[in-house]
């Protein structure tokens, strides 16, 4: 009985006062891989997400519950999107006694796509990103994806006899959500923007269709980065956002990279 007396009566040392007067915008936990439900169209797909999540800590406060944000994630029982996670950073705000906050989540996602000649069928990995930060009383959803295509260098084109260098390019983009926004949507914004979207499948019909496609639709990385901002501009549900596009390469040991912001 003594035992669990004891046991009921740990000193509680985080939620002692701090006299340091430092208020901490973020403290929190960080890469924590946990489960995922994700909301696809229609389709619940499972995957496994990378976490981060804190909150802003008072100044007389001197720890914030860590175990708190683990028991936050282990009780998400259902899909996310972006109105449950609206919703769920608001439950993890409550649980830590905080006002303001962030989630931060990390995680590979596929679509399934049809090659351009056969039809041949395969799944493309993505990666996406969801945050949710609540600061100054207002909340904000953010949904990010890196998506995969081809890029076709339109001066080398333009200077060669024959052939043009080529090669696989990153399209990042990052959108502030006022509405909500499918996940193939941005996939397709930036797709479209390429010299030539991606497959994990190809049969030498489909070959010959992205190679030729690709040196039809040259594009430099300024190019592809503008065309991008140019759809997302006339998306009335996207708020603030980020396009950020990379590409590896085959003539350089170094990328090429271009960003615009909003």
Same mark, same amino acid.
């Given at each position: 009985? $003594?035992?669990?007396k004891?046991?009921?009566h740990?000193? @509680?040392?985080q939620?002692?006062?701090d006299e340091?007067?430092? !208020?901490?915008?973020?403290?929190?936990v960080?890469s924590?891989?946990?489960?995922? *439900?994700?909301?696809?169209?229609?389709? +619940?797909?499972?995957?496994?997400?990378s976490?981060?999540?804190?909150?802003?800590?008072p100044a007389?406060?001197?720890?914030?519950?860590?175990?708190?944000f683990?028991?936050?994630?282990d009780?998400?029982?259902? %899909?996310? @999107?972006? !109105?449950?996670?609206?919703?769920?950073?608001g439950?993890m705000?409550?649980?830590?006694h905080?006002t303001?906050g962030?989630?931060?989540?990390e995680?590979?996602f596929?679509?399934r796509?049809?090659?351009p000649v056969t039809g041949? *069928?395969?799944l493309?990995?993505?990666?996406?990103?969801?945050?949710a930060?609540?600061r100054?009383g207002?909340?904000?959803?953010?949904a990010?994806?890196?998506v995969?295509?081809?890029s076709?260098?339109?001066?080398s084109?333009?200077?060669s006899?024959?052939?043009a260098?080529?090669q696989? $390019?990153?399209?990042?983009?990052r959108v502030e959500?006022l509405e909500?926004i499918e996940?193939?949507?941005?996939?397709?914004y930036?797709e @479209?923007?390429a010299?030539s979207?991606?497959? %994990?499948?190809?049969?030498?019909? @489909?070959?010959?269709?992205?190679?030729e496609?690709a040196?039809?639709? %040259?594009?430099?990385?300024?190019?592809?980065v503008?065309?991008?901002?140019?759809?997302?501009?006339?998306d009335?549900?996207?708020?603030?956002? $980020?396009i950020d596009v990379?590409?590896?390469? $085959?003539i350089?040991a170094?990328?090429?990279?271009a960003? +615009?912001?909003?």
């Amino acid at each position: 009985m $003594s035992n669990l007396k004891d046991a009921l009566h740990i000193p @509680d040392t985080q939620s002692e006062r701090d006299e340091r007067h430092l !208020a901490i915008q973020r403290v929190g936990v960080k890469s924590v891989r946990y489960p995922l *439900q994700l909301r696809i169209g229609h389709v +619940i797909a499972p995957t496994v997400a990378s976490w981060t999540l804190d909150v802003a800590l008072p100044a007389e406060a001197k720890g914030t519950h860590m175990s708190r944000f683990v028991a936050w994630l282990d009780a998400l029982d259902g %899909p996310l @999107d972006a !109105a449950t996670l609206r919703a769920e950073l608001g439950v993890m705000l409550e649980k830590l006694h905080a006002t303001e906050g962030r989630i931060e989540a990390e995680f590979p996602f596929f679509l399934r796509k049809r090659a351009p000649v056969t039809g041949v *069928q395969s799944l493309l990995e993505y990666q996406g990103r969801w945050i949710a930060e609540a600061r100054g009383g207002v909340s904000t959803i953010w949904a990010e994806v890196v998506v995969p295509v081809k890029s076709l260098c339109p001066c080398s084109k333009e200077i060669s006899d024959y052939g043009a260098h080529n090669q696989r $390019s990153h399209v990042t983009i990052r959108v502030e959500l006022l509405e909500a926004i499918e996940w193939s949507e941005l996939v397709r914004y930036a797709e @479209d923007a390429a010299s030539s979207e991606i497959w %994990p499948m190809l049969k030498r019909a @489909d070959e010959k269709w992205v190679t030729e496609r690709a040196y039809e639709n %040259p594009k430099f990385v300024e190019d592809m980065v503008r065309d991008v901002a140019l759809r997302l501009n006339t998306d009335a549900r996207i708020g603030r956002y $980020s396009i950020d596009v990379e590409n590896f390469e $085959s003539i350089h040991a170094h990328s090429a990279y271009a960003r +615009i912001e909003r």
